[in-house]
């Protein structure tokens, strides 16, 4: 029975590291692009109406601030671009697992078959792991070639 957890974060760095900085780049472009929209209908939106907004303190002593609305609203923006990088991340790193795990073992068995070591009498993948459908039809050629005398498995 295989284990249902990962011991490394980095299973194929290489493959893993290039994963997550293309989907962290996608994810920060994309968020890139939404602030600049909305900043610059928030630095319209200030040309074209005359108004102020105050920041009030409630604290008896202070006096209120004038702020724009794109004054208001970069922070939110900023912080938005930070979260979005981190669960960007995030996601990247547990995805990537799933995806590099099945390959690794893939390319372990490959290189087992090519040096003719004998290898398990099943590959099996986890069932969270994506490439069922490859892991299935490598084990159906292992079966193929054990059949007709090719591959020794281990019992």
Known sequence: MIKSRRKTLLIEP???TRFMLRLTGVGIVATLLTAAVVYGFLAVADQNSA???FYVIQEPGTHPELLSRT???LPALVFSLVGNLILTLGFG???SQKLA???FRLIQDMKRLVSREPLKPHFQLRSAD???EVGRAFDGLLKMLADKGFL???K
């Open 14 to 16: 290489h493959f893993q």
């Open 51 to 53: 108004g102020e907004f």
């Open 71 to 73: 004054q208001i609203v």
């Open 93 to 95: 790193l547990y995805y």
């Open 101 to 103: 795990g099945p390959l």
């Open 130 to 132: 994506e490439f069922q």
């Open 152 to 154: 020794e498995r281990e």
